[in-house]
């Protein structure tokens, strides 16, 4: 399965500000995503990251917040803009290959907002 | 909203089997049901998936119901690193013909000496 380096693993940010993470994998992948993990819950799609095109977001979560990039099949960016204590959270990329059916996940960005 | 419902925690002791249920009683016939869990601070690991038939691989075997309204996550013989939460998740048709998994509250499993 592909192999995900997500960047940076923790960051304590100030409020108001925006934090750009990072997900790398090692080939070429179908589909990434971004995921949200709140303290002590389940995890939420935040959206589908698309090459070449605008992501496909989930019901809830906006663009202008959580702009996406995705040039090429082994990279994406996510950014939580104009951050405040509630963006907390661990966020999560995660790639799938049409073939295997299977997703796999980096290892999270645990962010604080202070 | 969630489509699995699962034990909020169960318990089992090392070496034994660990059986973990799952019920989707809405899922539709195209939806396949996935199992994923999280050991502390770490991404989601992968373990296995199915749409009708039993699975079985290296990790579990997972158990459908003929009406596919329940599974069974099986791990046949747990040991103390398998403590963590399970996840069963249902994948789901999303827009432009891409899927998404929708993920339940998961089972938190501790596998006891």
């Known amino acids: 399965s592909a192999v995900i380096s997500q960047k940076p693993s923790r960051d304590i940010c100030q409020r108001g500000t925006s934090l750009t993470i990072q997900c790398q994998v090692d080939?070429?992948?179908?589909?990434m995503f971004w995921y949200r993990q709140q303290p002590g819950q389940s995890l939420t799609l935040i959206a589908t990251a698309n090459q070449g095109s605008e992501a496909t977001y989930e019901s809830g979560f906006v663009i202008d917040k959580f702009p996406i990039s995705r040039p090429n099949l082994t990279f994406s960016t996510l950014t939580v803009s104009n951050m405040s204590p509630e963006d907390s959270s661990i966020y999560l990329c995660?790639?799938?290959?049409?073939?295997?059916?299977?997703?796999?996940f980096g290892s999270g960005t645990r962010l604080t907002v202070v | 909203d969630a489509k699995t419902t699962q034990p909020t925690s169960m318990d089992c002791a090392e070496g034994r089997a660990a059986n973990l249920p799952c019920n989707h009683s809405?899922?539709?016939?195209?939806?396949?049901v996935y199992w994923y869990r999280q050991i502390h601070s770490q991404g989601p690991q992968y373990i296995i998936h199915?749409?009708?038939?039993?699975e079985t691989n290296e990790m579990a075997s997972l158990i459908i119901t003929e009406d596919r309204k329940s599974s069974t996550l099986i791990l046949p013989h747990a040991t103390l690193r398998d403590t963590a939460v399970y996840y069963c998740i249902v994948r789901v048709p999303n827009a432009g013909n891409n899927r998404k998994l929708i993920w339940g509250l998961g089972t938190s499993l501790a596998v006891n000496p």
């Open positions: 080939s070429q992948v179908t589909m």
């Open positions: 809405t899922i539709s016939g195209n939806e396949y």
């Open positions: 199915g749409l009708k038939n039993n």
């Open positions: 995660s790639v799938g290959t049409v073939r295997n059916y299977g997703y796999t």
